[in-house]
């Protein structure tokens, strides 16, 4: 993997989102989003159903178009610079986006073509637990190897940005942990993250910082020990009392 940043300085914010928004007619999902995210870092994305986390997440992919504010990723705009930005940025694809009748050897080779350089599928594979599925059509897989594939997919191609959505959701507790080892080898060898999840476990293990989002804009932003720190003071309160605090619409909000 990248040991070097090749960007314009690795003080350079990674990712800059500054005052979007974005409607769907009558719907405000996304209402005056703005952060950062630095280089090295893994950057979590909470939030509950609906917070306007996707919208926030695919805008800076390049599939939607803000309304209004700014993005930039690398300093390159997602919409304007697509294909720029196409080599650099590795997307977790969501579920049922990937061919049933291709073999998991198939697709991780085919990726790894759309790109200059990349990692080895079979080392990759390997890595991921997936090496004896090589010859498996999609359509065969279990959920959580279908998981992992979409993983694979996303850093066959040595992102310098990767944003993984719901990164573990299916995975049994040791694929689970195994996983977030592999995201903290990525993260040192260079890698930004950007980590959609709605698991507290998950965001308290892996996130340096998390933006909170809630009702289309974002609550808190801190690091996890900060954000629970902001609700519950310095008594050893959980992530997850930290998130209820700052995103229950009968409480306050801090
Ligand atoms: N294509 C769309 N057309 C109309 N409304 C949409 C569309 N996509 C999202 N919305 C609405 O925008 C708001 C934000 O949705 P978004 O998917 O960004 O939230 P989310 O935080 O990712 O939710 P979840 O955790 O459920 O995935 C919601 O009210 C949702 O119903």
């Known amino acids: 993997m990248h040991r070097d940043f090749q960007g314009k300085g690795s003080d350079m914010a990674v990712i800059e989102v500054e005052d979007v928004r974005k409607r769907y007619g009558e719907t405000v999902a996304v209402d005056g989003v703005s952060f950062t995210v630095e280089h090295g870092e893994i950057f979590g994305v909470l939030g509950r159903n609906g917070a306007g986390k996707t919208t926030t997440v695919e805008i800076i992919e390049g599939l939607r178009r803000p309304d209004s504010g700014s993005v930039r990723v690398l300093g390159l705009d997602p919409v304007r610079d697509r294909k720029a930005l196409r080599n650099v940025l590795g997307v977790q694809l969501q579920e049922g986006t990937l061919p049933d009748k291709a073999t998991v050897g198939e697709l991780v080779r085919l990726y790894r073509s759309f790109y200059a350089d990349g990692h080895d ?73 950007l980590l959609v999840t709605h698991f507290m476990d998950e965001a308290k293990h892996l996130c340096d910082r998390i933006a909170v989002f809630d009702g289309g804009r974002i609550a808190a932003l801190d690091t996890p020990a900060g954000l629970v720190a902001r609700t519950h003071g310095e008594s050893d309160a959980s992530l997850d009392e930290a998130f209820l605090a700052m995103t229950d619409d009968e409480e306050p909000r801090r």
């Open 121 to 193: 599928p079979h080392r990759l594979l390997a890595d991921l637990g997936l090496d004896h599925k090589r010859d498996t059509f999609v359509d065969d897989l279990s959920g959580g190897q279908v998981q992992r594939l979409s993983i694979a997919l996303a850093l066959v191609g040595k992102p310098r940005v990767a944003v993984l959505d719901e990164l573990t959701t299916g995975l049994d507790p040791r694929a689970r942990r195994d996983t977030w080892e592999l995201i903290e080898q990525v993260r040192s060898a260079g890698v930004t993250i």
